[in-house]
């Protein structure tokens, strides 16, 4: 079973994310397990204080790294991957997910505020990621969204191994477009390779469709393919 541990000051705003639909089921097979912690637990003082104004004077408030430092180890084990989600982190991809799917426990460390003490990223995290060049209110958010395309991969979650094989991504290309009943809504017709049969056919049209949708969306992932 693997196992996500989530560590945030607010572990209510991710834990919803893991009690519907496949991760739900997941956990109710054994096949994963998801804990979303709260830092302040391990805070020592009477006030629970988890941030201190920085050092050197700015803006915001930067989380201290004695809370974080005792969370993660009162939960790591010799298997523990510590995980840092900040916008310096590694870019996150469906590459990323697969190489983090075979790990048997993933610990996040998720801040807010103005940052972390850059001792936790120092002497703490084993990796850092970032989900996109963009900047969240919290870094929980962040973790769900790894904790999902990361469970997806593991054998079982999904029910259908070959599921995952033909998504967007994880040949480097977007998915082809998917049709389904009726074959006519609204004079808006399913193309005929796809009623026809000829499997052969399907998956040429599929290649294609999924390389041209590349192409115009995402040139990035063809220009990879080619080097």
Known sequence: MTSFDILTLFPKMCAGAFTESILKKAQENLLIRVRCLNIRDWATDKHHVTDEPPYGGGPGMVMKPEPIFAAVEAIRTERSHVILMGPGGRRFTQEVAWELSHKEHLIFICGHYEGIDHRVSEHLANDELSIGDYVLSNGAIAAVVVVDAVARLIPGVLGEGASTLDESFSSNLLEYPQY??????????????????????IHDWRETQARRKTQERRPDLVEGLER
């Open 180 to 201: 389904t009943r009726p074959s006519d809504f609204r004079g808006w017709k399913v193309p005929d390779v796809l009623l026809s049969g000829n499997h052969r056919a």
